[in-house]
């Protein structure tokens, strides 16, 4: 008997972990489809009360931004709306919420992106 292959991205478990993490501390989080019809789109827009919208997407440390989402996320600061990028759900990435969204530090020409 073969294991079952899973589809599952590396991703989906930190998206999973994210929305818990966010939902304690009183965010309301939705995770966007990821399917063809939205592609770019980041993977989960979340409120807060008293912080207001952020659009996150999920990555995993090595990860890397595919063209769509450049194009997109480029779209979105040309229009004032951030996209920030997080790879765990503790405390140091949540942190990050309250700086400059982080997208561009996920470029392919940014050579040395900043230790996250």
């Known amino acids: 008997m073969q294991p079952i292959k899973s589809k599952a991205r590396p991703e989906d478990l930190i998206v999973q972990q994210l929305k818990s993490y966010l939902k304690t501390r009183d965010w309301l989080v939705k995770k966007t489809h990821g399917n063809e ?7 989960l827009f979340c409120y807060h009360r008293k912080y207001g919208l952020r659009w996150i997407e999920v990555k995993t440390p090595t990860g890397h931004l595919q063209g769509s989402q450049i194009q997109f996320f480029q779209e979105l600061a040309a229009v004032g709306c951030g996209v920030w990028i997080l790879t765990a759900a503790n405390d140091d990435q949540y ?7 982080n997208w561009f530090w996920f ?3 940014m050579g ?4 996250l």
């Open 37 to 43: 019809f939205q592609s770019g789109f980041p993977d």
């Open 95 to 101: 942190q990050l919420l309250f700086s400059s969204a």
């Open 107 to 109: 470029l392919p020409h």
């Open 112 to 115: 040395m992106r900043k230790v």
